[in-house]
C-alpha cells in the first residue's frame, strides 16, 4: 500500500483512516456483522464510525 501526496490542496478535506481489529474464530461471542459475517467488539457499536467494512453498516444500525 502507499500514498501519494501534494505539496497543496485546493479544497480538499484530506482523508480519515479507520482500523478495525477483526476477530477471527470458527464463532462470534461479540458482534457478527450481517453483510460482512466479521466478528467485531461489542464496545465498537453505536460509535458512529462504519466498523463492519464496505456497504456494511450493521454495526451503527438500530442505535439510540
Do not use: H, Y
Not at 33 to 56: E, M, S
Amino acid at each position: 500500500m502507499g500514498f501519494i501526496t501534494a505539496d497543496k490542496a485546493v479544497g480538499a478535506q484530506g482523508f480519515k483512516a479507520i482500523w478495525t481489529e477483526v476477530i477471527d474464530g470458527p464463532s462470534c461471542d461479540e458482534f457478527q456483522c450481517i453483510k460482512t459475517g466479521f466478528c467485531i467488539p461489542d464496545k465498537l457499536r453505536c460509535n458512529n464510525v462504519n466498523n463492519c467494512g464496505a456497504d456494511d453498516d450493521s454495526d451503527e444500525a438500530d442505535c439510540e
